[in-house]
Structure formats: C-alpha cells, structure tokens
C-alpha cells in the first residue's frame, strides 16, 4: 500500500482558468479520504492529475516515495472508479474485470482466481456471464469496483461513483464501499458533492471552493468547528441557519447578540472571545438540530428561548422539518417527532448556544 502526498499543485487552463490554486494535503496509508465540495470547485481535476490523466501545471505529487509527475497513468499503480462505470458493453461481466490481467499477461488460473474472490466480494458471483446492458445500475457499479479489485493497486481513485444511482442505493453501495476499504486496507481517495457520503464514509475530509481546499480534518471536527462562513454552510444536512446581526453589551454586562428582531445572550466562554466585537456587525449561524421546541425538555446545556412564528413543517416520521420567521429572519430547525406544530402559529423555541458559531462579516473566518 502507499500513502499519497499532493503539494502546492496548481492547474491552469489555456483559457487562463486557475482550476487547482496551491493544493496541499496527503492521504495516509490505508486512509479513505474524501474530497467534497460544489461542482467545479477543482476536486474532480484533483483526482485526474493524481491518477496522471491530465497534466499538472506546478506542484508535486508522490503516491509512496515516488514523485510521479511524469510517470504515465498504467505505472502509477494505482485503479480508478469513474462515475459513468466505463464498461465495455460487448464484454462479459468476467471479461470486464480480467480485463486489466490479461494485459499484464497474467496466467489463466491467477486471473479466474482474482476474479472470482473480488466476484465474491461484491456479491456478484452469479453475474460473471452477463454483459453490462442486463445489469441493474448498482450491479454495473460493483463490476467497475471489481475490476479495481483485481488490479490491487496501491491507491483506488473514486469519481463521484454513486452519483448515478437512486437514494437508496447509493446508501447500500457507500455502506458496501467503506466496507471494502476495511477489508483491502488499501489507500482511497474518494470525490464527491455530497456532504453526506463525505461525512458518512471519510477518515478525514478536504473542503473545497473555487479550487481552494478550505479545511481539511476528521468529519466531526469539521462539522462541530467549520474554519468559516463556507464549511459551516456546506457541510451538514438541512444547511446551517447563518444570520447578521451586532453583538451588544446587556446591562448585566453580558454580551448579546442582537439580530434586529430578537437577542440572545452569549455564554461566558464566548462573551471572552467576543468582547472586542462589542458594537460590531457579525453573522451567527446555529444548526436546525441546536434549535429546540421549548414546550419540551431541550439538551441545550446554555438555553436561549426567542419567540418565532410556526411557517411549515415537514413530518419525516422520526423527526420534524420545521420552517419559523421571525420579523425579519427564516429559520430551520429539525424536532423530535413528539407533538406536531401548528402552521401559522407562535411558538418558543431554544437554541443550544454552546453549539452557535459566529462568523466576521468580512473575511468570513469562524471566530467562534
């Protein structure tokens, strides 16, 4: 196995179009790392310059000690599972997977050999006769990871694999995927735009934005202590509440923020980091699942209750989507399925301030 280390890589178009602007990160041996991040944020390039389908501009890449800027793609040892699966239709399912083998020369038993334990593996021993056009969407993605499989190479590459399937099969396949990764223990570097494979599947997550990695650590750490504005707002599923409002001094001397429409106090860790904003513009955002329906016992550990207006819910069956307004603010938050709300009724509702951010308005860093 190897580990792969991407430094200060660049990409450049000849339209001028800056698509990679100084990546740096590195997938550890036997790491499932993701790289998530809106369409054209330069993740997909990313893979294709590992895997040496495109060529890069400035920067390093090693897979292992190896620097392989220059290697070809069929030396770089490594196997990549492309979103469109890339089967060729005329062949058998076996054939597809041996495919690789038999240009390496490999011998009849050694190739039935492989074949058959990926086969094994993915649950699709009864399929080797069949060609992909009487396969199932699902099942043709199991024959493209099988034919990864058999290769062994020292780093699989994944390119938005699921993006083709239904819901909830792509929920099967990324369970049967991670499952994979134990069993080979070899290194994955896996792209998506779905936060929620990201957050489900990743060892550790690189966020990115306009070719930008804009924070990379383990899914908690970047869902619970998001670097700014951007990964706070991608990375969770409903999307943070974010809105702008001061921070002002209370009579007690603690510090509020004030929304326009509604204030709540902050908690004493957070008045400390926040003194020397005291009359200063600054976005707070608070996820759905930190905001609670006051009429029953919250987890909140530092409550604050405000007054909004019940706009729609959605029953989900072991949950509650809830829409609120206040004044001048829409809200989100997500309740445990106890007594249903009314529309177009007031309610109270607590946000769990431990768990709020504030953001600066301006450079959009985190500040808490």
């Known amino acids: 196995m190897a580990h792969v280390t991407v430094k200060d890589l660049n990409k450049y178009y000849d339209n001028g179009f800056h698509a990679v ?36 501009s400035t920067g390093e890449i090693r897979i292992g000690d190896t620097v392989v800027n220059t290697i070809p793609p069929k030396d770089r040892d ?16 076996f054939d597809n997977m041996a495919f690789a083998l038999k240009l390496r020369r490999e011998s009849k038993a050694e190739i039935d ?22 396969l199932s969407g699902g099942q043709r993605q199991r024959v493209a990871l099988g034919r990864a499989i058999v290769r062994n190479p020292k780093v699989f590459l994944f390119d938005e694999p699921l993006s ?32 929620v494979e990201a957050m489900t599947m990743a060892d550790k997550i690189v966020v990115m934005k ?19 504005m951007f990964v706070a707002g991608f990375i969770g599923s409903p999307s943070i509440n974010l809105m702008q409002g001061v921070i002002r001094a209370a009579q007690d001397n603690k510090l509020l923020f004030d929304a326009g429409d509604f204030s709540v106090a902050l908690n004493p860790e957070q008045g400390k980091v926040m003194a020397k904003y005291t009359g200063k513009p600054v976005i707070f955002g608070i996820r759905p699942e930190d905001i609670y329906d006051a009429r029953f016992d919250s987890m909140a550990d530092h409550p604050q209750q405000i ?23 829409n809200l989100l938050a997500r309740f445990d399925a106890k007594e249903l709300p009314k529309a177009e009724t007031k309610l109270m509702v607590t946000f769990d301030m431990n768990k709020a951010h504030l953001f600066d308005p301006d450079s959009e860093e985190c500040l808490i």
């Open 307 to 329: 007054e909004v207006i019940c706009d729609l819910v959605e029953p989900l069956g072991n949950e509650y989507h809830v829409f609120l307004k206040t004044q001048r603010h």
């Open 113 to 134: 050999k492989k074949v058959q334990h990926a086969a094994k593996m993915l649950g699709i021993e009864s399929m080797l006769k069949r060609k992909p056009g009487q």
């Open 78 to 93: 490594i196997a990549m599972v492309f979103q469109n699966y890339a089967l060729y239709p005329h062949m058998s399912v």
């Open 210 to 228: 306009d070719g930008i990695i804009h924070q990379i650590d383990t899914p908690l750490n970047i869902y619970n202590y998001p670097r700014n």
């Open 21 to 56: 602007i100084d990546a740096c990160f590195a997938a550890e041996d036997k790491e499932f790392v993701v790289l998530v991040g809106p369409s054209g944020c330069g993740k997909t390039t990313i893979l294709r310059l590992i895997a040496g389908l495109e060529e890069i």
């Open 164 to 195: 083709n399937l239904d819901a909830k099969l792509r929920v099967q396949m990324r369970a049967e995927i991670v499952k994979l990764h134990r069993q080979l223990e070899n290194t994955m570097i896996y792209v998506t735009h779905d936060q």
